[in-house]
T-cell receptor, first 117, second 108 residues
């Protein structure tokens, strides 16, 4: 089992540039989560997909953030334009969730450390 | 609003001692989960306790849940240097809210 795979592991870019983070969930998992972790705010849920459909994007900070899941094996989180305050570690997690159930653990990737200069 | 708040924020103990971390949450839950995060890595699931359970064991881990107080505790017995990490509780329904974490340092 390869686990959740995120790329890139590190990204350094200048303010105003577009940033795309990628995630490959564990095969067979039908739920995917994007989180952001900072020292000040801890781990924040940005968006949650179930069966490739966005269910809850209430955590997406603003319109500069967008996420897609075109198929069961791939998701992207895009920031355009990026700002220094977007600097954080972004995690993707997946789980196998039955409808109406939250009793499945989430499996996390190792994150993308994003620095916006 | 944050669902889980861990206490203490940081804990430093000697190898072989027990470590206890507490978590409080704000709303009704289906279950509560504990995760560990090593530096520079993603979170790893440790144990899940359902809302109708009061205590659960897994190896050196013991988790308790008190739904009347909306609190949970994680006990790591006979700690090892490799247990040094941050520990988070997570609770919710279809989505999980993670607490602020307890940073545990086990000194050899």
């Amino acid at each position: 089992d390869a686990g959740v795979i995120q790329s890139p592991r590190h990204e350094v870019t200048e303010m105003g540039q577009e940033v795309t983070l990628r995630c490959k969930p564990i095969s067979g998992h039908n739920s995917l989560f994007w989180y952001r972790q900072t020292m000040m705010r801890g781990l924040e849920l940005l968006i949650y997909f179930n069966n490739n459909v966005p269910i809850d994007d209430s955590g997406m900070p603003e319109d500069r953030f967008s996420a897609k899941m075109p198929n069961a094996s791939f998701s992207t989180l895009k920031i355009q334009p990026s700002e220094p305050r977007d600097s954080a570690v972004y995690f993707c997690a997946s789980s196998s969730r039955r409808r109406g159930s939250s009793n499945q653990p989430q499996h996390f990737g190792d994150g993308t450390r994003l620095s916006i200069l | 609003s944050q669902q889980g708040e861990e206490d203490p924020q940081a804990l430093s103990i000697q190898e072989g001692e027990n470590a206890t971390m507490n978590c409080s949450y704000k709303t009704s839950i289906n279950n509560l989960q504990w995760y560990r995060q090593n530096s520079g890595r993603g979170l790893v699931h440790l144990i899940l306790i359902r809302s109708n359970e009061r205590e659960k064991h897994s190896g050196r881990l013991r988790v308790t849940l008190d739904t009347s107080k909306k609190s949970s505790s994680l006990l790591i017995t006979a700690s090892r240097a490799a247990d040094t990490a941050s520990y988070f509780c997570a609770s919710g329904t279809y989505k999980y809210i993670f607490g602020t974490g307890t940073r545990l340092k086990v000194l050899a």
